[in-house]
């Protein structure tokens, strides 16, 4: 189904959606594109690509980093242009390494500072996302305001001065953005990118170790509320 038969709407309370504009089969495929950005969970390093997401034993790592690894040298060519400035960044801060939020974010901030408009963002912009920052305890805004921190120093390789960033990037809106975004954990099997969705392929216990597919919220798309997963049993 093409971006044309998906429609944006919002729902009093709930916040924005899709739907899609004509009857659907369970298990149909929806809508595929690229994700906005994405990074490979710490948990999962070294043993999935960072471009396709395969796992793979033979991994190649970047020369300049030594942290992404890819399957050759098409994988690790087609990620450039997501990993350049970070790659930066990751060797600056050696021997630490940022939290996946974070490093997350710096992809996000390198991507809107390149200005180019990713296919996913046919139906929702990271503009579009809702940070609902009146609803977050004083708590959560400290926790997030240090996150913005550690990325502002992540970042210090490529951006020196966060000051001079366009009033459009800032960092801790970022943060209060980022909890629409999902990972592939380790119970992963087969892990593939679906409108900006990590879209698992898993085996669970609870559902008599039968084949289920996962979507999790895309990354774009703000969540309504208590609904972060909807399962749907294979045709």
Known sequence: MEAAALERFRSPGKGSGLRSRRRVRPGELLYRAEPFAYVVSKELLGGVCERCLRRNE??????????????????????????????????????????????????????????????????????????????LSEEMKDGLRHLAHTLQLYLKAEIEDASHLPAAIDFFQIFTKRKNIHWCGSQMIKCRKVSGRSTERKEDKQMNKKPWLMYTRPPLVPPLKSVDYVWVKQP
């Open 58 to 135: 033979h991994l190649h790592r970047c020369s300049q980093c030594k942290v992404a690894k890819y399957c050759g040298k098409s994988c690790q060519k087609e990620a450039w242009l997501d990993h350049k400035q970070e790659c930066k960044c990751l060797k600056n801060i050696k021997p630490n390494f940022p939290p996946d939020s974070v490093r997350l974010a710096g992809r996000i901030v390198f991507k809107l500072l390149r200005q180019l408009v990713c296919v996913s963002e046919r139906l929702y912009s990271f503009s579009d996302l809702q940070s609902n920052t009146e609803q």
